[in-house]
């Protein structure tokens, strides 16, 4: 409103002056295809952002795409339908079945060479535009295997450099090592899943609410993590147990796993699921919401019986 009041007061009293910016040739045709510019501007500049990184390139493919569209659209789709009428239909049918060719007039073949030079403008930005590395990177399917060589800034200490070298032998490893004992062997003596359970994770009752003893490192530890799910989340347990215990008082982490127990809003039939499974996720859920962790891990193994 205030904009208004000073362009009517700007003409107050006689002309303005110092009007030719605006009476040009050139911005009064800006003015005659602003609305086309407007309408095709935005989708131009999303579509040529997800081809060209921002830059000098990416600026002159748009305004040449965008004055070109408008450009098109201003003389052969606003003005014929502004200046449309049932005798010049009429006039157009009559030469398309004699086969006449209509003749456009001398503005229409300047606004299409216009408009074919800002295209062309438009293209040869995209053309030209610097392309990056990430454009240029052809993928490899090979295994990427560590190298001193390619890291020659990075220090490790002596737990990194010990870790590091482990990575670089299994990841050039072509078949499994021996295991002592065997993995049949272990079935063939009776393996049970305590058994694959450090003492302390065993230990963690399956009951409905978990105990203190499935809570591992300091109660005032800034950051605290809960594993929820069933015996696949136990197998997570222990090396959050290990961190916890480890983290010199900066790490807590909570166990409400249960074996056979599925970490889902569904109720999951499982064979030999403790009935007190229901309680526990419901006691996970208001744990969770209680004291608000910085992490919750859900981790359960493929299931398709529900009931």
């Known amino acids: 409103m205030a904009g208004a009041a000073l362009v009517i007061t700007a003409g107050v009293g006689g002309e303005p002056r110092y009007q030719n910016f605006l009476r040009n040739p050139v911005s009064t045709y800006v003015g005659d295809i602003s609305y086309p510019l407007y309408l095709v501007h935005w989708p131009v500049i999303i579509i040529v952002g997800a081809l060209m990184d921002a830059g000098v390139c990416f600026s002159i493919a748009v305004l040449g795409l965008a004055f070109g569209l408008a450009v098109l659209s201003y003389h052969f789709v606003e003005n014929p339908f502004r200046e449309a009428s049932l005798s010049k239909l009429r006039e157009q049918v009559s030469h398309i079945r004699h086969r006449r060719p209509d003749r456009l007039g001398s503005g229409s073949h300047a606004a299409a060479a216009v408009a074919a030079a800002l295209l062309v403008v438009a293209g040869i930005a995209f053309t030209i535009r610097p392309v990056t590395s990430e454009e240029t990177a052809t993928p490899s399917l090979a295994?990427?295997?560590?190298?001193?060589?390619?890291?020659?800034?990075v220090k490790f200490g002596p737990l990194g450099t010990a870790l590091?070298?482990?990575?670089?032998?299994?990841?050039?490893?072509?078949?499994?090592?021996?295991?002592?004992?065997?993995?049949?062997?272990?079935?063939?003596?009776?393996?049970?899943?305590?058994?694959?359970?450090?003492?302390?994770?065993?230990?963690?009752?399956?009951?409905?609410?978990?105990?203190?003893?499935c809570t591992y490192g300091s109660s005032s530890a800034p950051t605290k993590v809960v594993i929820v799910g069933d015996s696949v989340g136990s197998q997570y347990a222990e090396i959050l147990r290990q961190l916890a215990v480890n983290s010199n008082g900066k790490l807590q982490t909570i166990n409400e796993t249960m074996a056979s127990c599925v970490f889902t809003q569904d109720l999951i039939y499982r064979e030999g699921a403790s009935p007190a499974c229901e309680g526990r996720k419901n006691s996970a859920v208001d744990l969770i919401n209680t004291i608000k962790p910085d992490a919750v891990i859900i981790s359960n193994a493929c299931a398709d019986e529900r009931v």
């Open 164 to 213: 590091r070298a482990e990575i670089t032998i299994a990841l050039s490893a072509t078949e499994w090592p021996p295991l002592d004992p065997s993995w049949e062997s272990l079935f063939a003596n009776g393996l049970t899943w305590d058994k694959l359970l450090s003492p302390e994770i065993a230990n963690c009752p399956w009951i409905a609410v978990a105990p203190p003893e």
């Open 143 to 153: 295994p990427a295997v560590a190298s001193d060589a390619g890291t020659p800034d």
